[in-house]
């Protein structure tokens, strides 16, 4: 055996060029699979590892539960550990949400709070506060000081009268600028000072709690274990909350082990794919050389051994040098990654600094074990036909062996005149396998980059944001219910003295640039027949114009209602939104609704007139019906959120005078549909960067096979090249039939990736938008990405042609001619 492999070993130095072709091929693959596995795992385990030092450590949480309750769950044997908070308030602020929060030492530390400076309440007047709280409120202190505050109550049915007390701060925490951009800020009191406020019967405690003997269950069996207990003491399934970052991170989540099986299976079906399509290319000019082999005494067995250690040796030259450099890359493609994803989001940037300090390991042992076993899998694997091919022909046969298929019959077909087009078509016609495989291994690529392409191209940023908001600019009413001390702010009274007049409306259509506005009315009531967790189900209802009719018709998905039916006001269209909670729910059932009509109700029966899927541009509504209806039911000013369209060219100095109207009245407020754009725009352009990576890498594989096929195709013709040569032939016409062979390999790439590729896109398309995937409604045919592919691939094959011809005019005629191995 020793001579076996000493004559692999020496084909291997023979034969550098075709043996490089495939190690870089090899490599390639090896880095491909390597890099998805390391970058994929390395993201899902560093985001994971920021949750774990960025997150609470508790398992599960219940809100609203009792002071009774919350005893009884402090003994029960499967929790080891059990923190308590408790919201007992909110500071009186006109601008900012500030809520007055309570915790016991466990709920402090399962929540993994932190303070810059001083500590936390530890007498009954302590109060941790943050410099935003301080700025919003106009106060100044430090450490030590005290600070009077005005604050409600939450009572069970809202919010109480104000009342004030004077607090000593104790500790300063952090304000993020989360905090300052949506002005929700907390403080946090003593425990014993959120008890003495609030009675014992009226005390509703949120439970967070570890359960015991954790470390032997999956992210599935702690939530349901966490929703029997929940059951057990009447805790709402509603209020059962998973601390699902903190349990994928620390314990197995079967989803996740599916998600990466699935992307492994993947990764290595692309690599038997590419390195089998190589090795049965690249090995048929060697059967002429094993049939000599066999002619002076090799048994099929030595024949086969010898294909095989030599793939093998290729393989394994190959090999480490793949790993050596995804070793590096992977690292730096992870810190590039994580740095343009970190933006202004706390977690991320936590993320970035874990990767940046070498915190988290994105070199593991089994990524190493997978990709090795994976390559010597797979080049073992695609070693077999060529194995059987070699061993299984004759010596005379293998001489003139070329990889031809065998033909049933033996009548060839042959022509008069014998042209550059028919000589390529030849050659291309007794190869087809080879041709196949090739076409078949670039297309599948172009396949695969079409259907992403197809849905980064239908989910559009400017789409998606108009379905977020219909016009250029929103002016809303901000309104809300159960506050004692800003019972105005509740639309019953908000409707009885609202913002939104008649005189306001015509001052924003005389803005300069203004070109159209469109008013929503709304109003709301309950629904005694559906309930939630023991609550009664609220409607809300939007008002729409007679411009809105086909809209909502071509919204509905069960039944169909036209607007005039909706304006006789017996039936009314239901949003698919609220078969999400009551499935039940069908087309021609009737709704006992009992409605705010400032402060009377009123109780209206309507019967289901249509379902429909609408946008949250439309009003985000559970029901909707014409604006006369609601005008005739309720006499208020119903005026709710005013939609405008405003002219391009006058788009700033308009939004400044609209900004300016609305901040007249503290109950309005404004969005736009820039805003929207800009938010959408960059978690698109996070996407296509991570999409089109992947498939540059897999595409770079692609080509070299294209470049290994058509290297070959040469190799096992030099002797008919140069004979066809000898008798007439033109170094100008070998080389056009070298470009039309180019030209077929680029046509047939092209048919299967766009083709093919358009296809399979339109079937991912449908499928994304039955999920709702990215807003997804419409298809769009992506036109640029197309182009670009067919782009990319001609002058792939033009510079390709070139390179191949120009290293084949290197050898004389005589050398061509003479060629044998």
């Not at 301080?134 to 430090?142: A, D």
């Not at 030599?310 to 493609?333: D, K, N, Y």
Request: aromatic residues 10%; charged residues 25%; hydrophobic residues 40%.
């Amino acid at each position: 055996m020793k001579t076996v492999t000493k004559t692999a070993l020496a084909n291997v130095k023979q034969n550098k060029g075709r043996n490089f072709l495939c190690g870089c091929a090899i490599a390639l693959t090896t880095f491909l699979i390597f890099v998805v596995l390391t970058v994929g795992y390395g993201m899902i385990r560093v985001q994971l590892a920021s949750v774990d030092a960025y997150y609470p450590t508790y398992h599960i949480m219940f809100r609203q539960v009792s002071e009774k309750n919350t005893k009884a769950l402090q003994v029960h044997n499967d929790i080891e550990e059990i923190g308590l908070r408790m919201d007992l308030g909110q500071i009186i602020d006109d601008d900012a949400t500030i809520i007055m929060t309570a915790m016991d030492n466990n709920g402090i530390r399962l929540n993994k709070a932190e303070l810059e400076e001083g500590t936390f309440p530890k007498n009954e007047k302590d109060i941790v506060v943050s410099k935003g709280v301080l700025e919003e409120l106009g106060i100044q202190g430090k450490l030590g000081d005290e600070i009077t505050i005005p604050y409600q109550i939450y009572e069970k049915d809202g919010m109480g009268y104000a009342k004030e007390d004077t607090f000593r701060i104790c500790g300063f925490m952090e304000s993020s600028d989360l905090n300052k951009e949506k002005k929700m800020y907390f403080v946090m009191n003593s425990m014993e000072y959120a008890k003495q406020m609030i009675p014992e019967a009226d005390r509703e405690y949120r439970v967070m709690f570890r359960l015991a003997d954790a470390e032997h269950m999956t992210t599935d069996e702690i939530e349901e274990r966490g929703k029997e207990i929940g059951e057990d003491f009447g805790v709402p399934e509603g209020n059962v909350v998973e601390n699902r970052e903190y349990l994928v991170a620390n314990y197995t989540d079967p989803s996740f082990v599916k998600g990466m099986i699935v992307v492994i299976v993947m990764v290595v079906l692309a690599g038997i794919l590419t390195i089998y399509s190589i090795y049965y290319v690249s090995m048929i000019p060697k059967v002429q050389e094993y049939g000599k082999l066999k002619a002076i005494g090799s048994t099929k067995r030595q024949i086969r051994q010898m294909v095989f250690r030599e793939g093998m040796l290729v393989t394994a030259l190959a090999l480490p040098v793949g790993l050596l450099i995804s070793s590096f890359l992977s690292r730096w493609i992870m810190k590039q990654m994580i740095t343009f994803m970190a933006g202004e989001d706390p977690l991320m940037q936590v993320a970035a600094e874990l990767v940046k300090n070498g915190e988290v390991s994105l070199l593991h042992w089994w990524i190493y074990a997978i990709t090795i076993m994976t390559v010597l899998f797979t080049s073992a694997v695609s070693l077999a036909k060529p194995m059987r091919i070699a061993a299984k022909v004759s010596p005379i046969e293998a001489m003139r062996y070329q990889g031809l298929e065998k033909r049933g019959k033996k009548v060839r077909k042959g022509y008069q005149n014998l042209t550059i087009f028919r000589l390529t078509k030849a050659n291309m016609a007794r190869n087809k396998k080879r041709t196949g495989i090739t076409i078949v291994t670039l297309g599948a690529t172009g396949i695969l980059f079409m259907v992403v392409a197809t849905i980064l191209s239908c989910a559009a940023p400017k789409e998606i944001a108009r379905k977020d908001i219909e016009s250029d600019y929103k002016i809303e009413l901000e309104t809300w219910g159960g506050d004692k001390m800003n019972p105005d702010r509740d639309w019953r009274q908000v409707q009885q003295n609202n913002p939104l007049t008649k005189a306001f409306i015509d001052q924003v259509r005389d803005v300069d640039g203004v070109e159209e506005v469109k008013v929503k009315t709304f109003m709301n009531g309950e629904i005694p027949k559906l309930s939630m967790d023991g609550e009664i189900w609220g409607a809300d209802i939007i008002g729409l114009d007679a411009s809105y009719a086909e809209t909502l018709e071509k919204g509905e998905i069960q039944g169909h209602v036209t607007y005039e039916e909706l304006e006789k006001g017996d039936k009314i269209l239901m949003s698919a939104n609220m078969l999400y909670w009551f499935p039940e729910l069908k087309v021609g059932d009737s709704l006992k609704m009992v409605l705010n009509m400032g402060d009377d109700q009123v109780e209206k029966t309507f019967e289901i007139g249509a379902i429909g899927d609408y946008y949250e541009s439309l009003g985000g509504s559970s029901f909707y019906l014409p604006q006369s209806v609601l005008e005739k039911m309720n006499p208020n000013n119903l005026n709710y959120t005013l939609e405008i369209t405003v002219n391009d060219q006058k788009k700033n100095s308009a939004y400044q005078e609209l900004q300016a109207l609305a901040d007249n009245s503290e109950y309005l407020v404004t969005g736009s549909y820039e805003e929207q754009l800009q938010k959408w725009e960059k978690n698109m352009r996070l996407m296509s960067v991570l999409c089109y990576a992947f498939l540059i890498i897999l595409g770079g594989i692609g080509i070299m096979n294209l470049v290994n096929t058509m290297m070959n195709s040469i190799y096992t013709r030099r002797r008919e090249l140069g004979m066809i040569q000898a008798i007439g032939m033109s170094e100008k016409q070998l080389i056009r039939m070298l470009q039309l062979e180019g030209i077929i390999y680029t046509l047939g790439t092209l048919a299967v990736s766009v083709g093919i590729g358009s296809l399979v896109g339109y079937g991912a398309f449908l499928y994304a938008k039955t999920k709702h995937m990215f807003q997804i409604s419409e298809y769009h045919f992506p036109v640029v990405p197309a182009v670009l592919l067919i782009c990319v691939v001609a002058f792939l094959q033009v510079l390709l042609t070139y390179g191949v011809s120009a290293n084949f005019r290197k050898l004389s005629l005589i050398d061509r001619i003479r060629y044998a191995e």
